[in-house]
Every structure is written in C-alpha cells, then in structure tokens.
C-alpha cells in the first residue's frame, strides 16, 4: 500500500499541479489503472484489494473516513482469517479520531424545504434521501427497506419501521411521519425493495450533490447528510436528545450528544445575529459581573 500512495503522490505532482488535470479526475483515472492485479493468489488479490480500497479513501475523503475505512479493511481481514483480531478494538474512544461538531454538514428545516420542491435527476434517489431525513435511516438501510418491515402501532394510527440496522446489528423501531410516507411507494412484492437505487454509493451521492446545487445550498453534502439533518431537526423541533438518541439507533447517548452541541451553537450564532441592530453600544463588559458563574 506504501508503494501504491507514493505512485500516487508522484503522479499527483504531475498531473494536477503540473498539468492542471482536475483532482477527481486524477483520482479516478489512478484508482481505474490500479485496480486490478495479475496473482493467481485469492489471498493477493484480497489484499490489493484492500488497499486500493484503502488509497481511495485516504485520496478522496476526510481523516474520520479514512480511520473508518482502515478499521473496515481490518474486519473484512478478520472474517478472512488474514488477522485474529482488529487492532483497532483495542483502542480507548479518546485515542480515535473524532470529528468536531462543525464537521457534520446537515441541512436546515428551509433547506431540506426548498429541496423537496426540486426535481431531482434521480427521483429515486430524492426520495431516499428526503426519506431518511424525516427517519434518520443510514443508506445502508434505506437500500433495503421494503414493506415487510413496514408495521402499525396496536391502535393502528401510526406506522413504523422496524429495521436491524447493518452497521450495528441491533433493531430500531422508527415511526414514520406523514413527509416520511409521502416518499414511499406501493410495491406488490412485499420483499422488494422500496427504494431502486444505483448500485454505486458514488453515483446516489452524485444525484444528491447535484439535487444541493439545484437548490443553492452551499455546503458539502452527501447522502450520509440526510442522517445529520433528521438528528438536528429532532433537537431543534424540541426533542429531547434520549428519545433522538433511540430514533437514531445510538448505543449511547454521548454520541447524540454532538448533534445538541450544533444546534446550540447555532442557537448561539442565531442570538448574535441581533448584535448591533437597535444600538451601537457595547455593553457586554456591564453584564459580565452580574451573570451566574458554573460551579467548580
């Protein structure tokens, strides 16, 4: 893998700085030219498979992806019987890279509205993703969703999802909303799913993007976005982040507390906004003594 991301860094030198080349192209072209390898060896084979996977994310995404993608390759060793165990596991949470708050793009309550509003290139892919914003369904899940996990509440007034979520394992019971039905459709085979979506993640978040700059909206989104967005409204609407926690399917509540910390910031941002529109004064210095300090 060392020799595959010096191949790239030289051909980087040379084709984007020198040349010009666009770096999504770059990346492409290398990854397409890599990707196969001449071994008689399905134990070869997997393991250059891996690390193309790997160089693909290290050259395409941000440090949290990288980490998830290596701890990914390391599992998909494990069932291989390449390692005994994933490193990784023995990590502490504190020495793991963690993003920050700001680092979670979602879009607010306008924009997701003003988005439902657009034709999208992918109407499938709309769907999936408006979707999962009123559900917080990772795409994993929203790939496989079909009627059958479809269910009613014992007083028949409400329906909801119950799905074993593939990233963890464990089942989540999820009400749907009325903007969360409105993006399903009738199916006669209660096993297919939902959703026909593109079988490339890639190319769903290709629809998306495109879809986000339809509507103006300046901010890096993918579908994983959709997920952030159903987490901040929740909190924003005025739920309390135990029940979000549940909704989203988190083991702990620390996790979802990240998503109460952007809202508050953006509660914080929203205040400042006021600064300056009734007075020129600044008066802060003549309140700082009279507020209440947290205790030590």
């Known amino acids: 893998m060392f020799e595959l991301l010096l191949e790239a860094r030289e051909l980087y030198l040379q084709d984007v700085i020198l040349n010009g080349k666009r770096y999504d192209r770059y990346v492409d072209d290398f990854i397409n030219s890599h990707r196969y390898i001449n071994c008689n060896s399905a134990i070869c084979r997997n393991c250059h498979e891996m690390n193309i996977h790997i160089v693909k994310g290290l050259l395409n995404e941000c440090a949290h992806h990288h980490q998830a993608v290596f701890n990914g390759a390391l599992n998909k060793a494990v069932r291989e019987g390449l390692l005994t165990a994933n490193p990784m596991k023995s990590l502490d949470r504190k020495e793991k890279f963690q993003p920050s708050p700001e680092d979670r793009e979602f879009l607010t309550i306008e924009e997701l509205r003003s988005l439902m509003a657009l034709p999208c290139s992918n109407e499938q892919v709309k769907k999936a993703f408006v979707f999962s914003c009123f559900t917080g369904l990772r795409l994993s899940d ?117 998503y109460a910390k952007i809202v508050d910031k953006k509660k914080v941002d929203a205040m400042n906004l006021v600064n300056d529109l009734f007075t020129k004064d600044d008066n802060t210095e003549n309140y700082e003594d009279r507020t209440t300090q947290p205790q030590a």
């Open 142 to 258: 929203a790939r496989t969703l079909t009627w059958r996990k479809v269910y009613k509440t014992p007083d028949g007034k409400t329906l909801y999802i119950h799905v074993f979520m593939q990233k963890t394992q464990k089942p989540n019971n999820i009400p749907l909303s009325q903007e969360a039905l409105n993006c399903l459709q009738a199916k006669d085979d209660l096993d297919e799913p939902i959703f026909t979506l593109p079988a490339s993640d890639a190319t769903i978040n290709y629809h998306v993007k495109k879809l986000i700059k339809a509507a103006g909206i300046e901010k890096k989104v993918s579908f994983h976005c959709s997920r952030h967005t159903f987490a901040t409204m929740m909190l924003t609407l005025g739920v309390d982040i135990y029940t979000t926690s549940k909704l989203l399917g988190h083991a702990n509540v620390t996790t979802t507390a990240i």
